[in-house]
């Protein structure tokens, strides 16, 4: 037998708190720049990962973390590849495939890549921009260190 969870209620029971409503809206901001300082800290505050940090260490995390942009078809993630980074969509789309078979989609506001980093297994899915794209991405060691105080905190 096989038990299976959405992606809500896997994040609900790893972090005790139901997931929020829509968080975002890309429709006002452009360029890298805004997401490395106080609006990158807020994106990040809303994400149930990081909700229980404060202020000051979600600039940090936002400092530290890289704005991407991806064309239309571009391989963000490849299924089986080691994980490396965490995700999250600022503006365009992108589909989530396993095994070749779409599964899902990735809109602005939300995050992908978590899996491989908090389990420490391979990539379970791929994720292709179907949309010209923009991400913003934390490194491993900054998305475990913020993960990591989490779970410390209960």
Do not use: C, K, Y
Not at 55 to 76: H, K, M, N, Y
Not at 89 to 109: D, F, Q
């Amino acid at each position: 037998q096989l038990l299976t969870l959405s992606r809500e209620a896997f994040l609900t029971a790893l972090i005790g708190q139901a997931p929020p409503g829509p968080i975002f809206d890309a429709r006002s901001r452009s360029g890298a720049a805004e997401w490395h300082g106080r609006e990158g800290a807020e994106l990040l505050a809303r994400l149930n990962l990081f909700s229980h940090l404060d202020s000051s260490t979600l600039r940090q995390l936002a400092e530290r973390a890289t704005v991407d942009q991806w064309p239309e078809g571009a391989a963000i993630i490849r299924q089986g590849e080691e994980g490396d980074r965490f995700f999250v969509m600022l503006e365009g789309n992108a589909a989530v495939s396993v095994n070749g078979e779409v599964v899902g989609e990735v809109h602005p506001g939300e995050q992908f890549g978590e899996i491989a980093l908090l389990h420490g297994v391979r990539r379970t899915a791929g994720v292709t921009a179907s949309t010209p794209v923009t991400t913003m991405s934390l490194r491993r060691d900054d998305f475990a260190s913020a993960v990591r105080s989490r779970v410390l905190l209960g």
